[in-house]
T-cell receptor, first 116, second 115 residues
């Protein structure tokens, strides 16, 4: 069964500090891995998407890494801001032939709180 | 910037009643999805829809659920006889084409509360 595990479950950091969130997955056949930011009561918003051949991708202060051999990814947030407080969700897409629906498997997310 | 919209933002219903959740995907997108998120839990896939038919569905998407694209712009999720455990946020998503990296764009969600 396809699964995505994230750690830590929650994290509290001081404004301006860096942090790294982890994601392990067992999804096959692998298509791509995404990191989403979800504010409370809102829909997920994409931060990065990485395919099998990409090791790292940045989006402003967010940098995602992918090790397809070990099936691990991380999201590094630099110089955190209060607005970074949200759940960060690792989502892995499996590729299916035919229908091409690219079903997504979601992790439970890491709840990040940035405090002044 | 185009975005996925969903209505209503919050729906309260009595157990056993039918509800229809509405979504307007981004206009040139081809694939459409419904997900749900029970409070405090992870987002779960319900169904994908392409070329006016269901392309994939999860075990959650049983006979009580149905989807429709009635007019080429709206994409609806119907729950025929709601149960207490259907209470959740329901997210609609769409994506443009067939490349694997095509991003899914999520709507803001409809919070369904079944009493």
């Amino acid at each position: 069964k396809n699964q995505v595990e994230q750690s830590p479950q929650s994290l509290i950091i001081l404004e301006g500090k860096n942090c790294t969130l982890q994601c392990n997955y067992t999804v096959s056949p692998f298509s791509n891995l995404r990191w989403y930011k979800q504010d409370t009561g809102r829909g997920p918003v994409s931060l990065t998407i990485m395919t099998f051949s990409e090791n790292t991708k940045s989006n402003g202060r967010y940098t995602a890494t992918l090790d397809a051999d070990t099936k691990q990814s991380s999201l590094h947030i630099t110089a955190s801001q209060l607005s970074d407080s949200a759940s960060y969700i690792c989502v892995v897409s499996a590729a299916y032939s035919g229908a091409g629906s690219y079903q997504l498997t979601f992790g439970k997310g890491t709840k990040l709180s940035v405090i002044p | 910037e185009p975005e996925v919209t969903q209505t209503p933002s919050h729906q309260v219903t009595q157990m056993g009643q039918e509800v229809i959740l509405r979504c307007v995907p981004i206009s040139n997108h081809l694939y459409f999805y419904w997900y749900r998120q029970i409070l405090g839990q992870k987002v779960e896939f319900l169904v994908s829809f392409y070329n006016n038919e269901i392309s994939e569905k999860s075990e959650i998407f049983d006979d009580q659920f149905s989807v429709e694209r009635p007019d080429g712009s709206n994409f609806t999720l119907k729950i025929r006889s709601t149960k207490l455990e259907d209470s959740a946020m329901y997210f609609c998503a769409s994506r443009p084409g067939t490349r694997p990296s095509n991003e899914q764009f999520f709507g803001p969600g409809t919070r369904l509360t079944v009493l």
